[in-house]
């Protein structure tokens, strides 16, 4: 389908191609508009032909509604072996709402079925699934969803959001099209252990997913503490993960790195005599055994060391 797509559009040009594609959308000819958007496999290929075809008609409903993505999720669903046939039923009325949510908003409760229906037993909605997924283009097209509600808290999981579902599984580029989706709340925190998706991006290493958030400087704050009075810092400290624990550190945001825990450790504490190299990153920046307050800040040799960092954010 894709590579005849690609042929005709050799034959018949850029021009060609839209003309085809208005076509397939006034006569309702689903298959050969599937065809020519095969060619069109990211979301922002589709939200760029907007000038041609406007958002609240008709033919931008129709490119949205056979677009690869779209037709991609109808197909998994039709696949789906192990999920009851109840909860497919469910899935594919949330997939009949998603094009009409993009291209006219909550005109009729699409938006509002898109937020709110189970996807799964384990996901709230689609937007939590497609981020625990790592499906970037589902979540670059649910984003675009005027009205989409990217705070939902899980019910089922402890209040967990899709940020920390993105977090969690070091989904970085899902991450970073949720941070797009206006009034997120970067620093949701779940009831099962009070952490916020910067947590859970430090606690399993996920060092890119920590640079994207915290690129996101306004809104991210760094020194939260989990039910246990840990940071962000101090669990990178503690596992490890000195790639966190320098993109912390190296970080503007004020970090506040001698907090103690509920047993009175820093992050100092944590690492000493595990990891060499946190301690010695810890000990440049001002930290130390036991304290309570950082005595220097960041050395100038560890900000200059660690300026190509900003590079990733």
């Known amino acids: 389908m894709a590579e005849w797509a690609r042929k005709e559009l050799r034959l018949v040009g850029e021009g060609g191609y839209y003309a085809l594609l208005t076509a397939a959308s006034r006569l309702r000819m689903p298959t050969l508009g599937r065809a020519l958007l095969s060619l069109k496999p990211n979301w922002a290929d589709i939200s760029a032909m907007t000038n041609s075809f406007p958002r609240r008609s008709e033919a931008f409903l ?72 790592g499906n970037v283009r589902l979540v670059e097209l649910l984003a675009d969803i005027p009205g989409i509600d990217a705070n939902i808290a899980s019910q089922l999981h402890h209040q967990t959001t899709a940020l920390h579902w993105a977090a969690f599984y070091g989904h970085y580029a899902v991450v970073q099209a949720l941070l797009t989706i206006p009034g997120i709340n970067v620093n949701a925190i779940s009831t099962s252990k009070s952490q916020t998706p910067l947590h859970l991006a430090a606690f399993w290493g996920h060092a ?49 790195p001698n907090v103690v825990d509920i047993h009175q450790k820093t992050a100092f504490d944590l690492a000493k005599g595990r990891y060499p190299e946190i301690v010695s990153l810890l000990e440049d920046f001002g930290c130390l055994e036991g304290s309570a307050i950082c005595r220097g800040g960041a050395s100038k040799k560890l900000r200059a060391g660690f300026k190509h960092l900003w590079k990733k954010i």
């Open 62 to 133: 129709f490119m949205v509604e056979n677009c690869p993505i779209v037709a991609g999720l109808r197909r998994y669903i039709e696949t789906d072996e192990f999920t009851p046939q109840e909860r497919i039923q469910q899935q594919k009325r949330i997939i009949d709402r998603i094009p009409r949510a993009v291209a006219y908003g909550d005109r009729d409760s699409d938006v509002g079925i898109v937020n709110t229906w189970t996807w799964s037993d384990m996901y709230d909605n689609i937007l939590q699934w497609a981020s625990s997924q």
């Open 208 to 256: 890119n997913v920590v640079d994207v958030l915290l690129g996101d400087s306004n809104r991210i704050e760094v020194n939260v503490q989990d039910y246990k009075g840990r940071t962000a810092l101090m669990l990178a400290a503690s596992y490890g993960h000195l790639g966190v624990v320098q993109s912390l550190l190296s970080s503007w945001i004020p970090i506040q």
